[in-house]
C-alpha cells in the first residue's frame, strides 16, 4: 500500500514538474543550442567566440558595457542603502506613499526611461533650453555615457530602496542596543551590526543589478548614441548586417560574464551563511 501511494506521489511530482521542464527545453535549451552552433554552422568555429577579445571594436564595447554596469551597481547600492536604511527604521506620516513612489519607474519599459532621459538633457530637453536661454548653448549629455549612467540608475535605484528597506526592517533591534549600551560608537554599530546582517542583501541585490545593466536594452537602444554597449552591438550585428555567428558569439561573451557574476554571488553568499 506504501509502495502504491509512493508512486502515486512520484506520478504526481513528474507531472507537476513537467510544464516547468517542457518550458526550459522549448524557450531556453533549444535556442541557447542553437545559438552555440551558429559560428559552427557558419564554418567560423570556434575563432568566432574569441572575436570579442580580438576585435577592438567588440572589445571595447565589452569593456565599456563592464565599467557602466559596475559603475552602476556600486553607485545604486550605495544610494539605495541610505535611502532603504532610513525608511526601514523610521515610521513618519506618509512613508509608504513616499515608498511607492520611489518605486514607481519600475513600471516603466527601458524605452520610456530613455525618454524621460531625453526630455530632461536631450536637445529638446530642459536642460538645452536652460542653457540656450542663458547664451551658453545647447547643454545636452543625454547621448552618452551620462545619459545612460542617469537612466540606468533611474530603473535600478527602485530595486536596491524595496530590497534594503526591507532587510533594514528585519534588522536585529536588541542585538544594536546591546551595542549601544556596551559603548559602540556609530561608525561601530554600522560596521559591526548593521553590514553583517545587511551583506546578503547587498550580494544578491548587487548580482541582480549588474546583470540587469549588462543586458538593459531598451535604455541603451534611446541613449547610446556616443557610447556604444555591447546589447546594442550585438542588436546592430543581427538587425543591420545580418551577421548572425557573430551576434550569437557576442551573445554567449554577454551571457557567460554575467553567469559568472550571478555565481560567484551564489557562492560568496552561501559562504556567509555557512559562518
Do not use: H, K
Not at 136 to 163: E, Q
Amino acid at each position: 500500500m506504501a509502495v502504491s501511494f509512493d508512486g502515486r506521489a512520484r506520478r504526481l511530482l513528474v507531472a507537476c514538474a513537467a510544464p516547468a521542464a517542457i518550458f526550459f527545453a522549448a524557450f531556453w535549451l533549444l535556442p541557447a543550442a542553437r545559438l552555440l552552433a551558429l559560428p559552427y554552422a557558419a564554418g567560423q568555429g570556434t575563432r568566432a567566440y574569441f572575436v570579442v577579445l580580438t576585435q577592438p571594436r567588440y572589445l571595447a564595447s565589452l569593456l565599456q558595457t563592464t565599467a557602466l554596469s559596475v559603475a552602476v551597481t556600486l553607485l545604486t547600492l550605495a544610494l539605495g542603502a541610505a535611502v532603504g536604511l532610513y525608511l526601514g527604521r523610521r515610521r513618519f506620516a506618509g512613508r509608504g506613499l513616499l515608498l511607492s513612489l520611489l518605486t514607481v519607474p519600475l513600471s516603466f519599459p527601458g524605452v520610456v526611461v530613455g525618454f524621460f532621459v531625453i526630455l530632461l538633457g536631450g536637445r529638446q530637453g530642459l536642460l538645452a533650453q536652460a542653457t540656450a536661454a542663458a547664451g551658453m548653448g545647447r547643454v545636452t549629455f543625454a547621448y552618452g555615457l551620462a545619459g545612460l549612467l542617469l537612466g540606468y540608475l533611474y530603473f535600478s535605484l527602485p530595486r536596491a530602496i524595496a530590497s534594503y528597506t526591507a532587510a533594514a526592517e528585519a534588522l536585529d533591534a536588541p542585538l544594536e542596543e546591546a551595542a549601544r549600551l556596551l559603548g559602540a560608537s556609530p561608525w561601530a554599530i554600522v560596521r559591526d551590526v548593521w553590514a553583517p546582517q545587511l551583506a546578503p542583501t547587498t550580494l544578491a541585490c548587487g548580482a541582480i543589478l549588474f546583470a540587469t545593466c549588462m543586458g538593459a536594452f531598451g535604455t541603451a537602444f534611446t541613449l547610446a548614441s556616443q557610447f556604444e554597449v555591447l546589447p546594442i552591438t550585438i542588436y546592430n550585428e543581427f538587425t543591420n548586417y545580418a551577421n548572425f555567428p557573430l551576434a550569437a558569439s557576442l551573445s554567449v561573451a554577454l551571457g557567460l560574464m554575467t553567469w559568472a557574476v550571478l555565481f560567484v554571488a551564489r557562492r560568496l553568499s552561501g559562504a556567509e551563511r555557512l559562518v
